[in-house]
Nanobody
Framework: QVQLVESGGGLVQPGGSTRLSCAFF????????MGWYRQVPGKQRELVAQ???????NYADSVKGRSTISRVNAKNTVNLQMNSLKPEDTAVYYC????????????WGQGTQVTVSS
């Protein structure tokens, strides 16, 4: 009974910024590793950034240095701030929650479109 709902995104000019938010509806949010993935037609879904339950972060090389993932456990939210956007950042961005127990619990949001274009 975990549901993820993304918000934010939209049309942004090259060099601009955007902030994506993900609301986690359910229990034990603080136990999950949260991540942002993106996908374009004809390509595999790729990891953009992730943050563990204790705050450790990882970023794709393509966004490292211009993106920041953060979480507020008391609010059950995870955010992705992206700056210096490029046309190649255009994609549908998905929020992900992952928890390895015995098997793996994985949940996905519905996705939100980010389009970088003049």
């Amino acid at each position: 009974q975990v549901q993820l709902v993304e918000s934010g995104g939209g049309l942004v000019q090259p060099g601009g910024s955007t902030r994506l938010s993900c609301a986690f509806f359910g229990s034990a949010f603080s136990r999950y590793t949260m991540g942002w993935y993106r996908q374009v037609p004809g390509k595999q879904r790729e990891l953009v950034a992730q943050i563990t339950s204790d705050g450790r972060t990882n970023y794709a090389d393509s966004v490292k240095g211009r993106s920041t993932i953060s979480r507020v456990n008391a609010k059950n939210t995870v955010n992705l701030q992206m700056n210096s956007l490029k046309p190649e950042d255009t994609a549908v961005y998905y929020c992900n929650a992952n928890w390895v127990v015995g098997g793996t619990l994985t949940y996905w949001g519905q996705g939100t479109q980010v389009t970088v274009s003049s």
